[in-house]
């Protein structure tokens, strides 16, 4: 077919090629040139297409971004690459709401004291970032850091108030509500109920807590255990 017959501005797809793909003129032709074969007689049928693997090496040489495959027809430029771009939205808002799901998960699991459950939420290589802590801490120091707060107030429990996904990040405001009735800081228990919350910060891989940062609002937990005086009361 002679391309030049073309109703502009259409993608035809059909049966020789069913991807879309954004390079620019001379990245497209270097990528045709590469890929394609001398043809002598036009009546012949092609010759099967190159594997994906040798594609997608050719078009990342080239900086040729392939979108597709598309369907077979004839569609307008513009509604194909509005349907991708709410393809794109659903499917990153989609995987925004399972990755805030794994991370009110994995803190659920802390409330039920379900160290398995905890383990299976966290990725590989897993690491966080605790407020005086001046290094990342690995799993088993996560975990050591974790348990010192269950040892020193047993019946704690933490609340997603409200969380927020965008790309591979879960941001979380919690709310921690306890019972001292152990040693936590060389404060000796108290029996007091406190309540204390943190800003959290999680980067997702594969469904997986990755990287964790929290801040935690350590002084004000340490004003309720009277380990420091609260504003206007010193000296009273």
Same mark, same amino acid.
């Not at 430029?77 to 349907?83: D, H, V």
């Not at 925004?96 to 699991?109: D, K, L, M, Q, T």
């Not at 959290?200 to 891989?205: K, S």
């Not at 594969?206 to 009361?233: F, N």
């Given at each position: 077919?002679?391309? *030049? @017959? %073309? /109703?502009?501005?259409? #993608?035809?797809?059909? !049966?020789?090629?069913?991807? =879309?793909?954004?390079?620019?003129?001379? $990245?497209?032709?270097?990528?045709?040139?590469?890929?394609?074969?001398?043809?002598?007689?036009?009546?012949?049928?092609?010759?099967?297409?190159?594997?994906?693997?040798?594609?997608?090496?050719?078009?990342?040489?080239?900086?040729?971004?392939?979108?597709?495959?598309?369907?077979?027809?004839?569609?307008?430029?513009?509604?194909?690459?509005?349907?991708?771009?709410?393809?794109?939205?659903?499917?990153?808002?989609?995987?925004?709401?399972?990755?805030?799901?794994?991370?009110?998960?994995?803190?659920?699991?802390?409330?039920?004291?379900?160290?398995?459950?905890?383990?299976? *939420? @966290? %990725? /590989?290589?897993?690491? #966080?970032?605790?407020? !005086?802590?001046?290094?990342? =801490?690995?799993?088993?120091?996560?975990? $050591?850091?974790?348990?010192?707060?269950?040892?020193?107030?047993?019946?704690?429990?933490?609340?997603?108030?409200?969380?927020?996904?965008?790309?591979?990040?879960?941001?979380?405001?919690?709310?921690?509500?306890?019972?001292?009735?152990?040693?936590?800081?060389?404060?000796?228990?108290?029996?007091?109920?406190?309540?204390?919350?943190?800003?959290?910060?999680?980067?997702?891989?594969?469904?997986?807590?990755?990287?964790?940062?929290?801040?935690?609002?350590?002084?004000?937990?340490?004003?309720?255990?009277?380990?420091?005086?609260?504003?206007?009361?010193?000296?009273?």
């Amino acid at each position: 077919m002679d391309p *030049a @017959r %073309a /109703p502009p501005p259409a #993608a035809r797809f059909g !049966g020789a090629g069913r991807l =879309l793909l954004f390079a620019t003129p001379a $990245g497209f032709e270097q990528f045709v040139v590469e890929l394609g074969e001398p043809v002598a007689d036009w009546s012949s049928p092609p010759s099967a297409p190159p594997d994906m693997a040798t594609l997608m090496a050719v078009a990342a040489k080239y900086r040729v971004d392939i979108l597709g495959p598309l369907p077979d027809e004839a569609v307008p430029m513009g509604q194909a690459m509005r349907g991708s771009s709410e393809d794109s939205e659903r499917s990153e808002a989609m995987s925004g709401e399972e990755n805030a799901a794994v991370v009110e998960r994995w803190i659920e699991a802390y409330n039920a004291r379900d160290t398995r459950a905890e383990a299976a *939420a @966290r %990725a /590989p290589g897993f690491v #966080a970032h605790v407020p !005086g802590v001046p290094v990342p =801490l690995d799993a088993d120091a996560w975990v $050591g850091f974790t348990a010192s707060f269950a040892a020193a107030f047993p019946d704690l429990r933490l609340t997603v108030e409200e969380s927020f996904a965008a790309g591979d990040k879960v941001a979380a405001r919690v709310t921690f509500r306890g019972t001292h009735r152990s040693e936590f800081q060389g404060i000796p228990p108290t029996d007091r109920q406190v309540t204390f919350s943190s800003i959290e910060l999680n980067r997702m891989v594969d469904g997986k807590v990755a990287e964790h940062w929290v801040e935690l609002d350590l002084l004000g937990l340490l004003r309720q255990l009277g380990a420091i005086p609260t504003p206007g009361t010193a000296g009273s």
